[in-house]
């Protein structure tokens, strides 16, 4: 079999009351990804979801979100972004794993020898990002334990600048010391981040990484010129990934959304 794990992977909902953000509806085309996963992908372990869940992070985008989730197939895993609230994230979406007290971060273990490692960078009040020690800590502590399992890891934010204009603007602040983290574990295969609704990969330290486009709006690319008071979001499909895992390899599909809303 080449294939032993599936994941789906979406990242960036910007959930909303009114379903409106950005000029399109975010709650409509959520409703579209989950539809397209229970009917394609409903055997998948688990559908991660890197950050920025709600807009404002209000308790009734929350409700609303959780609400559109009801009918979502498989375990669904959420992360928290920089446009979440931690404190009303936690009370609609409980933690689904172990992690350091007051952060929504956690470790979840698939069957087999294969754990996702579920960062929690939300700096509150900030659209930056953060690994303090005691995230850094854990994280560290997590992958002594896990020196013979397979280890993917998904972030909100990239540990690094990207090349993509204001986006790296808002970084994950002091990025090396995960930089380092991350790459002297080589059972780290992967790394997963979401937080710039563009498609990009590459590698950090050692570690191959990928970003995908919104569930919702997109940027634009870093060549046009444009700034966040005259921002319009491009006629980009959202997107969302299927991860496949095998004994020896590891593939990322991209899978535009089919006539969004």
């Not at 950005?22 to 579209?32: C, D, H, I, P, T």
């Not at 994950?172 to 780290?188: F, G, M, T, Y």
């Not at 921002?231 to 599909?253: K, M, N, T």
């Amino acid at each position: 079999m080449a294939f032993t794990h599936k994941i789906v992977w979406i990242s960036d909902l910007h959930q909303t009351v009114s379903g409106q953000v950005e000029g399109v509806n975010s709650r409509a085309r959520l409703r579209q990804v989950i539809e397209q996963v229970n009917a394609h992908h409903a055997e998948a372990l688990c559908c991660v979801a890197s950050g920025d869940l709600c807009d404002t992070g209000t308790a009734e985008e929350y409700k609303a979100l959780s609400k559109a989730l009801s009918d979502l197939r498989v375990p669904f895993l959420p992360m928290i972004g920089n446009h979440d609230n931690r404190a009303n994230m936690m009370a609609a979406l409980p933690r689904p794993g172990t992690g350091p007290e007051d952060y929504y971060q956690y470790r979840h273990d698939l069957d087999g020898n294969m754990t996702l490692l579920c960062l929690d960078t939300h700096l509150p009040g900030s659209d930056a990002g953060q690994m303090d020690a005691a995230r850094l800590d854990w994280l560290a502590s997590e992958l002594e334990q896990t020196r013979d399992r397979r280890v993917l890891v998904f972030a909100h934010h990239p540990p690094g600048p990207l090349g993509l204009g204001l986006l790296d603007d808002m970084p994950l602040l002091d990025h090396q010391p995960l930089v380092d983290l991350l790459s002297s574990a080589p059972q780290v295969e992967h790394l997963c981040v979401g937080h710039v609704h563009r498609p990009v990969s590459g590698v950090m330290g050692r570690v191959p990484f990928t970003a995908l486009r919104s569930i919702a709006h997109q940027t634009r690319p870093p060549h046009q010129t444009w700034d966040w008071s005259n921002f319009v979001a491009p006629e980009e499909r959202p997107q969302y990934a299927v991860i496949l895992i095998g004994p020896d390899r590891l593939v990322i599909q991209m899978t535009d959304v089919e006539d969004p809303d």
